[in-house]
């Protein structure tokens, strides 16, 4: 079946242009993840959603970052006035639930902000 | 807070030689660890996970042991192959948090 999509595979931005990054998760996945990935570094965590609520948004760095996932199957990361501090990948993932789940996840967006 | 911490450095060995990337945590309660895996051009793929001390996780010849006493997941596989240069991250989620930690990774290179 379908993995985990996200759109677009890549985005080049200006600084302090807003942008939206995708992430379509496998049907029926109940909980979503958006993570970030720096260069040479693991992934960080910036939040996660059960549902169509955001149940831990404490891993997002500020508030020019936000995410919603108004139905509980596709979520959207928005980015205000971007900074190039925020270039990366972001990686969304998915689970069936809560729990010892395995989360799945997405080739990732990578970000870049000139 | 929760953390993991990887081994320093790229890994480079030859086809056949055996694999040890340690990676050690800090977790409040009893944290579930796991190994990911990507693959050049490809996404996070979990390679195995243990949930409770002294579990063995196992997958494609890999394997890892929960070492509670040690606080250590360390990664083993007897015979690599080239097929297995990747990049490989220790994660970890802590009980009532599902919030991955991930470690810094280390790529491994093998040499035909």
């Known amino acids: 079946g379908a993995g985990v999509s996200q759109t677009p595979s890549n985005k080049v931005t200006e600084k302090g242009k807003y942008v939206e990054l995708r992430c379509d998760p496998i049907?029926?996945?109940?909980?979503l993840y958006w993570y970030r990935q720096s260069l040479g570094q693991g992934p960080e965590f910036l939040i996660y959603?059960?549902?169509?609520?955001?149940?831990?948004d404490s891993g997002l760095p500020n508030d020019r970052f936000f995410a919603v996932r108004p139905e509980g199957s596709v979520s959207t990361l928005k980015i205000q006035r971007t900074e190039r501090g925020d270039s990366a990948v972001y990686l969304c993932?998915?689970?069936?639930?809560?729990?010892?789940?395995?989360?799945?996840f997405g080739p990732g967006t990578r970000l870049t902000v000139t | 807070g929760d953390s993991v911490t990887q081994m320093e450095g790229p890994v480079t060995l030859s086809e056949e030689a055996f694999l040890t990337i340690n990676c050690t945590y800090t977790?409040?309660?009893?944290?579930?660890l796991f190994w990911y895996v990507q693959y050049p051009g490809e996404g996070l793929q979990l390679l195995l996970k243990?949930?409770?001390?002294?579990d063995k996780g196992s997958n494609k010849g890999f394997e890892a042991t929960y070492r509670k006493e040690t606080t250590s997941f360390h990664l083993e596989k007897g015979s690599v192959q080239v097929s297995d240069s990747a990049v490989y991250f220790c994660?970890?989620?802590?009980?009532?948090?599902?919030?991955?930690?991930f470690g810094k990774g280390n790529q491994v290179v093998v040499i035909p």
């Open positions: 993932a998915s689970s069936p639930g809560l729990g010892h789940y395995e989360q799945y």
């Open positions: 049907s029926g996945h109940t909980a």
């Open positions: 959603f059960q549902g169509t609520g955001a149940a831990d």
């Open positions: 977790a409040t309660g009893y944290p579930s």
């Open positions: 243990a949930t409770k001390a002294d």
């Open positions: 994660a970890l989620t802590s009980y009532g948090n599902n919030r991955l930690a």
